[in-house]
């Protein structure tokens, strides 16, 4: 396994999460990180990514609220979550491309996922 999620639970509506990938080396030095959601009945669909130089890029729908980072010393991938609607409920997953065009799209290695859930 390559890509492994955690963090993930139950929060009300307005209360804060972080989520966390570990990943394999290799992955994680030669390529952008992501995150992507699933809800129940929808498309699988970006959150946000991150560089390998840090540039990092959201989706409207999480812009402000959600913060990106990665830590390249411990091959880690983070997604701060604030402000949490019950629309935010979804799985999510930790994603990797060969560049942040192609992660917005879609990407080459994926996670297991994580649930998030938003009360109300």
């Known amino acids: 396994v390559q890509l492994v999620e955690s963090g993930g639970g139950l929060v009300q509506a307005g209360g804060s ?6 990943a394999s080396g290799s992955i994680f030095s030669t390529n952008a ?3 992507y959601r699933q809800a129940p009945g929808k498309q699988r669909e970006y959150v946000a ?4 130089d840090g540039t990092t890029n959201y989706a409207d729908s999480v812009k ?13 991938l983070y997604l701060q979550m604030n402000s949490l609607k019950p629309e935010d409920t979804a799985v999510y ?14 990407a080459h290695y994926w996670g297991q996922g994580t649930q998030v859930t938003i009360s109300s």
Request: charged share 20%; net charge positive; hydrophobic share 40%.
């Open 64 to 76: 402000g609220r959600f913060t990106i980072s990665r830590d390249n010393a411990k091959n880690t």
């Open 17 to 22: 999460l972080k989520l966390s990938c570990a």
């Open 93 to 106: 997953y930790c994603a990797a491309a060969r560049n942040i065009v192609i992660l917005r799209m879609t």
């Open 49 to 52: 990514g991150v560089t390998n």
């Open 33 to 35: 990180m992501g995150w």
